[in-house]
Structures are given as structure tokens and as C-alpha cells.
């Protein structure tokens, strides 16, 4: 099956510095999702972005299908922006594939 | 709040016994899926139903089985429930097409004793 593997697995932060999170998936998807799952164990959903580029506040995401690879930007880092960021592919009938996630921890 | 609901949000039961998930999905989403959460196997895949008709399976066990109701919400039920079961088990609507995007449910704790 599709592999997906995101780096780095844990990340602590200085409240106001900048991150990348990455994502590599094994195969070619339909579409990729980034999602935050914060304390309380909700998955939010921050990118759809099967390709290109998007904005949304403090956060962009990159996506370059052809060389199958994602990456999450998070600036100037908030507390509120701790938890764990999943990417999640669709592998075919629109069933999503998980990677382990990346445990960022932002410190004030 | 996307839009999906889910009940109940925390489940206790004893192994061997039988539960069942309800999920609403978001308004006009014809698509349901349902994910398990585990700390061994992470985030996983289980089914998908798209107006009332199962559409694609994953790792599923033989215990567990879904439906989507012409009201289009779902149920999970669990059957014969293990130790191992205990886990957060997701739900997520979309529209329907391929490729469109998920949107999840605040998710239903289940912990077998």
C-alpha cells in the first residue's frame, strides 16, 4: 500500500519562530489533506491541497504532486498552534492514508 | 465545528460485548467514511458508503460492519469487542465526487475493559 512518511516526528518551538513539516508519499493521490489535531482529539482541517500553493493566515502549504511531496510552513508560532499536524492522502476512492504525524510543541 | 456530528462521544464497555457509532454528516454530503485512531496503528482507513451504498472497504475487521441510512447518517457497529478495540474512531462526510475533501466528526472514545 501507499507509504507516507512525515518529518520531523517531534518539533518544539520558541512562541514566534518559523517551521516546516513535510510530508512524502510513496505513490501518485487524487488529493491531500493537512490537519492539526489539537488537545482535545479533534482533526481540523487546514489545507486541502491536492497541488500549488496555499495561504491561510499564519500557515501555507506546498504541494509538488510530481515529485510527491507536501510541506506545511507555520510562522511566527503561536501556544495555540501545538498539537500534532497530519497529512493524509487520497489513495484511490477516496480513501485517506495517514502518516504518524508531526508533535509540534510551541513553549511561550 | 465542521459540520459532523458523532455520538456518544465517550463509550465504555467490557470485552465481548456489542456497541454502536452514530454519525450525522455535514449538510448535502452524500459520502461517510469511517476512521480508526490507535496509538499502535495510527490514523486508519476503515469504510466508506456514498448514499446508502457501501463504496470502499479497508482494514476492517470481521467484527465490525457500517450502514448509511436514506437519511444518509451512518452506523458503526462493534461486535465481540477486544481489548485492542479501544481506540478513537472518527467520522467524515464529503460531498461525494473523487478526490473531494473530508471533513471529521469530533470522534466517539471507545474503551474496552
Known amino acids: 500500500g501507499i507509504q507516507v512518511e512525515q518529518s520531523p516526528p517531534d518539533l518544539i518551538l520558541q512562541e514566534g519562530a518559523n517551521s516546516t513539516l513535510r510530508c512524502n508519499f510513496s505513490?501518485?493521490?487524487?488529493?491531500l489533506q493537512w490537519f492539526h489535531q489539537n488537545p482535545w482529539g479533534q482533526l481540523i482541517n487546514l489545507f486541502y491541497?491536492?497541488?500549488g500553493t496555499k495561504q491561510n493566515g499564519r500557515l501555507s502549504a506546498t504541494t509538488v504532486a510530481t515529485e510527491r511531496y507536501s510541506l506545511l510552513y507555520i510562522s511566527s508560532s503561536q501556544t495555540t498552534d501545538s498539537g500534532v499536524y497530519f497529512c493524509?492522502?487520497?489513495?484511490?476512492?477516496?480513501?485517506?492514508?495517514f502518516g504518524k504525524g508531526n508533535q509540534v510543541v510551541v513553549i511561550p | 465545528d465542521s459540520g459532523v456530528t458523532q455520538t456518544p462521544k465517550h463509550l465504555i464497555t467490557a470485552t465481548g460485548q456489542r456497541v454502536t457509532l452514530r454519525c450525522s454528516p455535514r449538510?448535502?454530503?452524500?459520502?461517510v467514511y469511517w476512521y480508526q485512531q490507535s496509538l499502535d496503528q495510527g490514523l486508519q482507513f476503515l469504510i466508506q458508503y456514498y448514499n446508502g451504498e457501501e463504496r470502499a472497504k479497508g482494514n476492517i475487521l470481521e467484527r465490525f460492519s457500517a450502514q448509511q441510512f436514506p437519511d444518509l447518517h451512518s452506523e458503526l457497529n462493534l461486535s465481540s469487542l477486544e481489548l485492542g478495540d479501544s481506540a478513537l474512531y472518527f467520522c467524515?462526510?464529503?460531498?461525494?465526487?473523487?478526490?473531494?475533501?473530508?471533513?471529521f466528526g469530533p470522534g466517539t472514545r471507545l474503551t474496552v475493559l
Open positions: 505513490d501518485s493521490v487524487n488529493n
Open positions: 493524509a492522502v487520497d489513495y484511490g476512492n477516496n480513501r485517506l492514508a
Open positions: 467524515a462526510s464529503s460531498v461525494g465526487g473523487p478526490g473531494n475533501e473530508q471533513f
Open positions: 449538510s448535502g454530503d452524500l459520502s
Open positions: 491541497i491536492p497541488s
